[in-house]
Nanobody, 123 residues
Framework: QVQLAESGGGLVQAGGSLRLSCAVS????????MAWFRQAPGKEREFVAA???????SYVDSVKGRFTISRDNDKSTVFLQMNSLKPEDTAVYYC?????????????????WGQGTQVTVSS
């Protein structure tokens, strides 16, 4: 059984930064594609960023140039560095994984999910 545990969320002012972490346990991490999604109140879950086993990445247009996804295969952890945060980035952020080398950008591309971590950006 694969388990994902997010951490690093919190309250930050607009323009600030946060770094989210997602620790993966239970199965081999290095051959899994990973992603971050977010869900704001009253909205659907939205793709944010993804990374393949080899390090290829993809981002939603609204975060390009501000967010960076990365992974540490030795520590079975994926990160989301978020800079220049905006109030519209406020959401619960979820880590997701799937047992394939390549990433997807839809929520149903992923088999495993964390519980989520709240990110709140004040104006």
């Amino acid at each position: 059984q694969v388990q994902l545990a997010e951490s690093g969320g919190g309250l930050v002012q607009a323009g600030g930064s946060l770094r989210l972490s997602c620790a993966v346990s239970g199965r081999t991490f290095s051959n899994r594609a990973m992603a971050w999604f977010r869900q704001a109140p009253g909205k659907e879950r939205e793709f944010v960023a993804a990374i393949s086993w080899s390090g290829s990445t993809s981002y939603v247009d609204s975060v390009k140039g501000r967010f960076t996804i990365s992974r540490d295969n030795d520590k079975s952890t994926v990160f989301l560095q978020m800079n220049s945060l905006k109030p519209e980035d406020t959401a619960v952020y979820y880590c997701a994984g799937r047992p394939l080398f390549s990433y997807g950008t839809k929520w149903d591309d992923y088999n495993y999910w964390g519980q989520g971590t709240q990110v709140t950006v004040s104006s």
